[in-house]
């Protein structure tokens, strides 16, 4: 996990490292720090916490210079604490990590048996050691940061200064992800490009097991062994939106109601109604070839997926299965030819997406990404990329990321069922209509937040949430139970609606809120069967129902109302009430709504 920054130039070094540490917070914020170069030594300023606290402590304590790495973290091995922070000075030598050193334990017993004295419990600070021993006998940096690396297993992306070789930075990367940043007699590195994107548009990305040294004038890439590397810099076209609330409390409260705006932007160029058709950006698949689908994802991106399944073997009636990455990796996975995995990942950054899909590869399969993030890793590494185009998603909490990948899933389903004919070009034509009109429809929903407010203030002060839904819905039952999990801090469930008399019943009492998902559709008279099961034993529900049912009203306590679409698009709307559910119990309790305790935007370890 964690956020890396470097900077080699003219110019002063700490606002530089600081700007990129802003763009990068959504990677960890247990704690921040800094360490730059002057007068023939670097000086450290870190400290637990937000950046902010970090800010706060550089107007006290400056750190001037105009060499110098940056580093915002969250915490893997060790607590969020000032000595934990990176970076991590030994000697002469700071370094800045993102990722995890496997074999921790053991180099700490090797380099404690020989004297190393450790100031912090981190795997990170062990590098640092082994860097500064290498250091006393390698001509140069950048040769005592090959050797320490022979030592190291895991994953990593390392930035590494000397105080003896100020002129030089020395970044290696190993599954975290790492670019570097051009500019004139000045260079940059960062985990990601838009840490950078302010200050350069000309990047080269650094690929696995590669070393990169860093001047002001050069960069030069080599292999483990030394080799080098020839890369031609790559330029960025895209531009990074100024992230700003805009009048909003929350980023998360921003983002939901930039639902309707997000989708539009995910449709934009994709829809082909002249044809009946969809354009995947030029990506072409071949469905002769495809014989199984398989998601991979995590979190939303998880729940996401499982949304996918129902759209794709509704509309093209090939078997589709949904993978929690971290499980399917490690799985001994049968995959391979015929088999397109989709990976799914707002980010592009999780690791064990990244992984997976490096696992889906290898084994032969061909890997089609769903992204947010442009030129992030796991599509950059996928055969083809489809992007979701959200803008940028910074509450921790996934809103408008969720609900563009549900689109971006409709669109490739409507995709490969017209190429595997079972979807009508009649059936193609209503759908496409649909989506088109879905942004208006979520205006809708989304400008009714007073009611959502209300009910927040009645359902808020509960211990623990049950949510329901069936088929499609399950998944969005999932997701409201983790959103509300994930800022409010209270315990929550999602089930299959017809899975609760087989063991979340026995929860059910006046005191345990039910929410469960009921649009019309198939499933309509059993979800309100269950809906009757629970108010029976006094539980208490609030039903998301479709526009004009008026039924629906006498079987729970509080009824939200959502507009009608198709069937497989029916979770794009169902949801939005949920999130906003969450968002407002949470606000209600006076949680760190956008960076919610122990997460983090991107998951970037095991
Ligand atoms: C973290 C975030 C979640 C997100 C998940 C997967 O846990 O807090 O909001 O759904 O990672 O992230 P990805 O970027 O791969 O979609």
Redesign the pocket.
Known sequence: MCGIIGYIGGRQATPLLVGGLRKLEYRGYDSAGVSVFNNGTSKVVRCRGKLANLEAKLLEDPAPGTVGIGHTRWATHGRPSDENSHPHKVGPISVIHNGIIENHLQLRAELAASGSKFSSETDTEIFAHLVAREIKTAENLTLAVRRALAKVRGSYAFVVMSDHEPQTLVAAKNSSPLVIGLGENENFIASDVTAILAETRKVIFIEEGEIVTVTREAVAITDLEGKPVTRAPKTITWSAVQAEKGGFKHFMLKEIHEQPRAVADTLVGRVDLEHDDVLLDGVTLDVTKIKRIVFV???????ASMVGEFMIEALARIPVEVEI?SEFRYRDPIIGAGDLVIA???????LD?MEAVREAKKRGAQVLAI???LESS?PRLADHAFYTHAGPEIG???TK??TT?LVAMALVAIYLGKRTKTLSNERARALLAELVQLPQKMRDIVEGGAQLQVLARRYGGAHGFLFLGRGSQYPIALEGA?KLK?ISYIHAEGYPAGEMKHGPIALIDENLPVVVLAPRGPFYEKVVSNLAEVRARQGKVLAIATKGDNEIGGHADDVVLVPDTALELQPILTVLPLQMLSYYVADGKGTDVDQPRN?????TVE
């Open positions: 994802a995590c979190g939303t991106s998880y729940h990455a799914v990942s707002q980010s592009g950054e999780t997406t992204s947010n993030v796991i921790v909490a996934s990321a969720f990948q983790l994930e997460l983090a935007k991107s998951v």
